[in-house]
């Protein structure tokens, strides 16, 4: 296929159609697309019909209640929606930034510590400035964070400090002290802390959790009897038994108030936990994201005595 047929193929193509093409890849179901994209469902399957001509593909398929992309949507995606987050760059550059105007739908990839503390207060923020705004908190997947927020799929990720790529930029948001959690009030020094049986917090199947590990940097080993993803369910399983769970403070005086438990000193001298917000750099300038992230960061500081950036 030589390039002047190429070029003929472009100039067929309708822009709009790769945002539809975008809505339904991060989507995965047409009606869902249509919502966001605010056209009926027989628009969406319209304009859907008219790329796959084009490009000669189904490009997604049904499974289920949705659809899945095909291989080659999965080439062309992050391709497709890094040019429209340039092009909605380069409009925004051009006018004064109005988030009720320009602020429609904001994803986040956000630890579930934070969650339940930050979400429900950061929803009815952003919604004082943008009434309409869609606000969507998912799992936090690291080994595709980066290509995520490249992507536009993400538009900030909240995650510990760690080592990241150069094209991904970030600040403090929040940091947190460990504490000791028991159903009863207990003299808690070292020997009586690893001898103790535990209950931890990880959202991952196997490995390490945060304490441990630096337990295990300090020659320390305690004895893990229960697993669990929330640490909601940690609480009430500490409620009932003799188990011992270690969490983030700020988290654990939200959570056990009610269930009457006891918060003790780490004996432990642990590092604090710190988390940050991630933003990929593409996006450093953009008004959308500068306003989305100046929003997180005045939250968390009010909030949580979270830190400045």
């Known amino acids: ?28 179901n047409l009606t869902r697309a249509a919502e966001i994209l605010f056209l009926s469902q027989s628009a969406v399957s319209h304009a859907l019909a008219r790329l796959r001509e084009q490009l000669e593909d189904p490009l997604f398929v049904r499974q289920g209640r949705g659809v899945v ?32 105007r320009d602020v429609v739908q904001v994803t986040v990839a956000m630890n579930d510590v934070l969650e339940p503390s930050l979400l429900p207060q950061l929803v009815v923020r952003l919604r004082e400035s943008a009434p309409h705004i869609r606000v969507a908190s998912v799992r936090l997947e690291r080994t595709k964070s980066e290509r995520d927020l490249a992507s536009g799929r993400l538009d900030l990720a909240v995650d510990v400090a760690q080592p990241t790529w150069a094209d991904l930029h970030h600040t403090a948001l929040m940091r947190d002290t460990f504490c000791v959690v028991s159903a009863r ?47 909601e369910a940690a609480c009430r399983l500490v409620a009932g038994s003799d188990l011992l769970l270690t969490m983030p403070r700020r988290r ?11 918060l003790l000193p780490m004996p432990v001298a642990l590092p604090p936990l710190e988390l940050h917000l991630y933003w990929h750099r593409q996006v450093d300038g953009d008004p959308r994201n500068q306003w989305l992230r100046a929003e997180f960061l005045a939250l968390a500081e009010g909030l949580l005595g979270g830190a400045k950036p």
């Open 1 to 28: 296929m030589n390039a002047a047929h190429e070029a003929g193929r472009l100039a067929q193509l309708d822009l709009n159609l790769f945002r539809v093409f975008d809505v339904i890849y991060r989507e995965r």
């Open 69 to 100: 992309p095909t291989p080659l949507a999965e080439r062309l995606a992050p391709g497709i929606q890094e040019a429209l987050a340039l092009l909605q760059q380069a409009v925004h550059r051009t006018r004064h930034f109005d988030a009720r």
């Open 185 to 231: 009030r207990r003299r808690l020094d070292v020997p009586a802390y690893l001898a103790a049986r535990h209950v931890t917090v990880s959202s991952r199947r196997t490995g390490l959790t945060f304490e441990d590990l630096v337990l295990s940097r300090l020659g320390y080993q305690r004895e893990v009897t229960v697993r669990c993803q929330h640490y």
């Open 252 to 262: 654990a005086e939200e959570i056990n108030t009610p269930l009457g438990n006891r």
